[in-house]
Every structure is written in structure tokens, then in C-alpha cells.
């Protein structure tokens, strides 16, 4: 109920307009029963309720055109001041509210200059309406104060409406901006995990299509290598369903735990991944210099996949039995380098354009490292990378 009683005033203005005049209307009656010639009783009553009702019926309007409004008020008050009635604030309230009125809804400049236009015109009215030196805290002190103080509320309630209004506009401004970063965080996490799938499923793929080709070559001169391969691309397809099965779990995942999800892979899993390119025909020769140290998830997840995604289109592309990878480890950082000495031409087709090595160079600047790609003086291809032992913001990308 009080809810309700708070939100007439908003909701019914014009209702409530009207009530306002009425009982302003209603409390002119006492106020022109005194003059200034004679307190106890003026000599005629009805020029004051007149001039009473005209500013009382104005106040109907004083929302949609305060000026005109507070105008009349004004002329009514002054008109009663000159016809000797007391200005007290029973005969000052409808340009009170008329002040208040102007203050809420215009600029201050124009509030100020209206209220003391009026206080000039009232209290110089009743000035001249008596002159007496008596009757000076009746006809200017009392007016003056009563007709400031309505501007000066008018002018807080307006400050403070507009405060209230910037406020919910930062606060939608903050929820607008809160949503968008919402969707910009959606929009890397799709971005991530489609990386995550293509590196999965380009991995595998060619690491199975190796191991297949390879077995068919082999299964009339050597069964028993050709059974090997064919056992060692089972296992591969299997790696390859487990991997994009926990990478498009992360899609459906609501509830589930960090804990149920299996460890993302890194730089300890390389044995089992130069084992597979091994199984498959390819040779890959892994060596380490310097003192290995621990690398964050992000650069360690990082790392796995550029050698893999590396291995990946040596396998495919570069038409050679061979490859090497070299991690060397300095304080700071860890500088990859996967070589082959392949000659096919199709190396150059995932070249500076290719998704693989754009795939690998996001990776690698998403962590604030740098990755190169080009054919070899010497032949065969290069990935070098360079990434942070622990990452910090992304760099920019330096490759020429």
C-alpha cells in the first residue's frame, strides 16, 4: 500500500495539480482577512480571493509551462500587495509553488533571475501600497525570504533528479559494457576451442593418414611392420576421439568440476607424440639444451600443440622420413625449432597463408611469444618459436 501511495503522485499529476490549487485556494481565505492599514479587519476581502483563484488555477499548468505560470503568480501576488493585504505566506503560497515549480524544471540562471524579478515586484508593491516604516518586516523582509526558499528546493530537487538520472545511466552504461564483455569473452572461448579442434583434428588425421598409407605399402612385403601399423593407428584414432571428446565437452560442460576434466597436454607428453610420428614412418629426433624448467599451463599447452601442429605438416607435406625438434631453455624463455629436410611442394601450401601456421603463430603471440615459418636455405622447412616461461600480456607480432 505504501508502495502504491508513493507512486500516485507520478503516475495521476494532474489529479494531484488540482488538489494542490484547490487547498492553496482554500487557505487564501484566512490570508485576506489581514491588511496592513487596519490587521483586524481589510476593507474588502473578495479582490484577494479573486487574485487568490487566478494564481491557484495556473498552478494546473505549472508543469508543462512553468514560466507562464510563475508569470501570473507573480502579477497576482504584487496585485494583492497593492491593494494593502498582508503578503504572508498564506497569500504567497501559489508563487511559492510556482517558484518551486520553475526551479525543478528550467535552467538555474533563468530560476534566479525570475525569483528576483519577483521579489522585487512584490515587495516594491506592498512598499508602495504602505510606505510606513512600521510595516517594513511585513512588506519586505517576510516576502524575501518566503519566495527564495522555494527556488532554492526547486533548484536541489532538479540537482538531484539529474544526479539520480546520470547515475542510471552509468549504471546501464556498465551493464551494457558488462554484456558486451560477455560476448567478447564467448566469442575467444569459441575462438579457443575451435584452435583446440583443428590442432586435434589435423594432428591425428594426417598422423592416421601416414600410419594407413605406410600399411598398405607394407602389408604384401612386410605383414608383420604392416600389422605394427595398423595396430599403432588404432591407438592414434583412439588419441584422436579422446582429445576432441574432452575438447567438445568443454561446449556442453554447465556444472562440471575443473577436476572431472583430463589434464591439457604439454612438453611431458612429446615421448608419446614423437612415438606415434615414429610408429607412422616418420623419424623425429628430440633434443633439449639447457636446464628444463617449469612453464605455466597456457605456455606449456602452447608449446605441445605448435610441435604437434609442426610434426603434423611434415607429415604431410614435406615428403621426408625425418624431422627434429630442438627446445632450448634460457631463464626466461624457451625457443622451439622443428626442422625437416623434406622437398615436396606441397610444404609451401601451408606456408605464411596456411591455417596450420596461423593457428601456431596466434598461439604463441596470445601468450606474448613470436613464431617464424620459411623454407631453409638448405632445403626442408623451420618453425622457430620463442615463447615466455610464464606469460604476460601478448606482444606484438614482430614477423616480418
Excluded at 484577494?48 to 503568480?73: E, I, M, Q, Y
Excluded at 523582509?141 to 527564495?148: E, R, Y
Aim: net charge neutral; with cysteine.
Amino acid at each position: 500500500m505504501t508502495t502504491t501511495w508513493q507512486h500516485y503522485p507520478r503516475n495521476h499529476p494532474r489529479t494531484v495539480d488540482s488538489a494542490v490549487a484547490l487547498l492553496l485556494f482554500a487557505v487564501a481565505f484566512p490570508g485576506s482577512m489581514y491588511g496592513v492599514s487596519d490587521m483586524a479587519a481589510p476593507a474588502r476581502w473578495w479582490p484577494c480571493v479573486l487574485l487568490a483563484g487566478l494564481s491557484c488555477a495556473a498552478l494546473l499548468w505549472r508543469r508543462t509551462r512553468p514560466l507562464p505560470v510563475t508569470a501570473v503568480a507573480v502579477l497576482c501576488a504584487a496585485g494583492m500587495a497593492l491593494a494593502g493585504y498582508v503578503m504572508t505566506a498564506l497569500l504567497l503560497a501559489p508563487l511559492m509553488v510556482a517558484l518551486y515549480s520553475l526551479a525543478a524544471h528550467t535552467a538555474r540562471t533563468m530560476t534566479w533571475n525570475v525569483t528576483l524579478a519577483a521579489v522585487v515586484l512584490v515587495a516594491g508593491a506592498a512598499l508602495i501600497a504602505e510606505p510606513a516604516g512600521d510595516a517594513l518586516a511585513l512588506n519586505v523582509i517576510g516576502p524575501v525570504a518566503w519566495l527564495l526558499l522555494p527556488a532554492a528546493l526547486g533548484s536541489t530537487a532538479r540537482f538531484r533528479r539529474a544526479y539520480l538520472e546520470s547515475v542510471h545511466a552509468r549504471a546501464e552504461y556498465a551493464e551494457r559494457t558488462r554484456e558486451e564483455e560477455a560476448r567478447h569473452r564467448v566469442a575467444e572461448e569459441r575462438m579457443r576451442i575451435a584452435r583446440e579442434l583443428h590442432d586435434v583434428s589435423a594432428h591425428h588425421l594426417a598422423l592416421a593418414n601416414a600410419q594407413a598409407t605406410t600399411a598398405a605399402l607394407l602389408i604384401r612385403s612386410h605383414p608383420a611392420q604392416a600389422e605394427k601399423m595398423v595396430n599403432a593407428l588404432g591407438d592414434t584414432t583412439a588419441a584422436a576421439l579422446r582429445e576432441m571428446k574432452a575438447t567438445v565437452g568443454l561446449l556442453r560442460r554447465s556444472d562440471a568440476s575443473e577436476d572431472s576434466l583430463q589434464p591439457a597436454p604439454g612438453l611431458a607428453q612429446l615421448p608419446g607424440l614423437v612415438a606415434a610420428h615414429t610408429a607412422a614412418g616418420l623419424t623425429v629426433t628430440l633434443t633439449t639444451h639447457g636446464l628444463p624448467q617449469p612453464l605455466s599451463p597456457g605456455a606449456d599447452l602452447t608449446a605441445y600443440r605448435i610441435v604437434q601442429e609442426a610434426l603434423a605438416n611434415v607429415a604431410k607435406h614435406a615428403h621426408t622420413s625425418t624431422a627434429e625438434v630442438d627446445l632450448t631453455y634460457t631463464h626466461d624463455r624457451l625457443a622451439i625449432t622443428i626442422t625437416d629436410h623434406g622437398t615436396g611442394p606441397a610444404t609451401a601450401s601451408d606456408s605464411e597463408s596456411g591455417y596450420g601456421l596461423i593457428g601456431m603463430r596466434e598461439r604463441a603471440l596470445s601468450i606474448g611469444g613470436q613464431l617464424r615459418a620459411g623454407h631453409r636455405p638448405t632445403g626442408g622447412f623451420e618453425v622457430s618459436t620463442e615463447l615466455p616461461l610464464h606469460p604476460y600480456a601478448p606482444a606484438e607480432d614482430s614477423t616480418p
